[in-house]
């Protein structure tokens, strides 16, 4: 069996973890053989699915949507297509902006200008995300802290009891966005808004259920969102359903301060 690979050696040459093969397992997406030993063995083909799955799930696709992908079910892939592209052509954007400012400091060098250390910083430092520093709140005593380049899509873990919740309310305050507490319930203006979100999370395994509802409601705010344990009320296919979601909204999402996106989600006890 030369030819096949652990799980550990498998997960490495991917880039993924023996957690995610496992998962893909159960799923029915893969069916490593066995060794000798009772241990699994991936052979080429499997790799090769598996590099296919890796593809799909960095495109987005929650892994209802692969294993349909998989069976040629076409089902369910232009929104997320469109995701993607959308996702495709802000990065576009700011490659090209990037690119007409450099080329607006060569113009000046050419006319023997010379740009100052904020100009080249300004145009071949990327952009930089919501960032925010402030001191800590109880329990930490007023220590100062920062936190640069918010990512759109952010998780704050913790044990129970660490003040991770009071930190991250903090943190929603300083960037001028919404904290969304436990006691979650939809607002009915934004019914017909979510309708289309609820349909295509169903249509990825999930379940209509009030506290999916209130969760998207709850997103749907032109600010940016902290999130208090995002999922509360949800089982394990709907919280795969709505990290795919998550995944699929892109850069493009919300807009906050600073025009950037920014959703900032804490203790996500399940990883899709």
Known sequence: MSQFLNASDAARRLGISTKALRLYEQRGLLAPVRSDAGWRAYGPEDLERASEIVALRALGFSLAQVARILKGDASGLEPALAAHQASLEARLREVVAAMDGVRALRGDLARGGAPSAADLARTLVPTAGLHVAFDLPWPWGGEPFELRDIRPLTYITGPLGSGKRRLAMRIAEEIGGAFLGLERVADPSLVS????????????????????????????????????????????????????????????????????????????????
């Open 193 to 272: 808004k979510i309708e289309p979100t609820v349909t295509l999370l169903i249509q990825d395994g999930a379940t209509d259920t009030p506290a999916l509802r209130a969760l998207l409601a709850g997103l749907e705010t032109p600010t940016p969102v902290v999130v208090d344990l995002v999922e509360q009320g949800l089982d394990r296919a709907n919280q795969e359903a709505l990290i795919a979601h998550l995944r699929r909204r892109g850069p493009g999402a919300q807009r906050g301060r600073q025009g950037r996106a920014a959703m900032t989600c804490f203790n996500f006890e399940y990883m899709a």
